[in-house]
């Protein structure tokens, strides 16, 4: 019986260890990544056909610490949606006039969307910028969440929220690029595919900066 305990508490030292030492290389790595990224990097014509003026969003990218190993939340959106509809995303949005900051941008959003109060979140970097071919720049903040807390999905707005091991993202073989038909012509993409979840798109390419970053 103490002998199983032993191991039981070396595989935990083990998880904890793992957990700290990927939180440190976020901070440290991320703060010297610069690589800005767009959709038009696998498609390079369609930046001709793109107004100038982005419009500013900003999304979290909550790291849930509490967990037995590190996992990263994800929502998907409602299919009723204008924008993006029933595709997987980060909590987050578009910038509104009362925001002081892209940080608050993104904190507001993400309390709104799926009831993660601001206080519980503690900013540890951010990624470079995305523009997405729908008009959007938007700012990643990489987020650590310590403790859990009580989901409330937005009405109207988020259909389901579920988490990608920290791991998954981490091993670049999981991501791919695709094909698909856009505005009539083939368009190219990252997907990164977990279980039933087709995370694919700004999503997908924001994840692999996180990881190329992590990597470096």
């Not at 800005?36 to 610490?65: G, R």
């Not at 008009?135 to 579920?162: A, H, M, N, W």
Request: hydrophobic share 35%.
């Amino acid at each position: 019986m103490r002998k199983a305990r032993r191991r039981w508490d070396f595989r935990q030292i083990k998880m904890e260890s793992h957990k700290n030492n990927l939180i440190s290389n976020i901070k440290s790595n991320l703060s010297k990544y610069e690589s800005c990224s767009s959709d038009f990097d696998l498609n390079p014509d369609m930046a001709f056909n793109q107004k100038s003026n982005f419009l500013e969003a900003s999304v979290l990218i909550p790291v849930l610490t509490f967990k037995k190993n590190l996992e990263i939340l994800l929502t998907k959106r409602s299919i009723n949606l204008k924008n993006h509809p029933g595709q997987i995303a980060f909590p987050g949005g578009k910038k509104e006039k009362f925001d002081s900051s892209p940080i608050e941008t993104a904190l507001r959003e993400t309390e709104e969307e799926v009831g993660l109060s601001q206080h519980l979140v503690e900013i540890i970097a951010s990624l470079p910028t995305h523009k997405t071919a729908t008009g959007f720049i938007i700012k990643p903040y990489i987020g650590i969440i310590s403790q859990p807390f009580e989901e409330t999905l937005r009405c109207g707005e988020v259909d389901e929220i579920f988490t990608v091991p920290f791991d998954h993202i981490l091993n670049e073989e999981n991501f791919s690029i695709q094909t698909r038909k856009w505005n009539g012509s083939q368009r190219q993409y990252y997907a990164v595919p977990y279980g039933p979840y087709y995370v694919w798109g700004a999503t997908a390419r924001i994840l692999l900066n996180l990881s190329q970053a992590l990597s470096r």
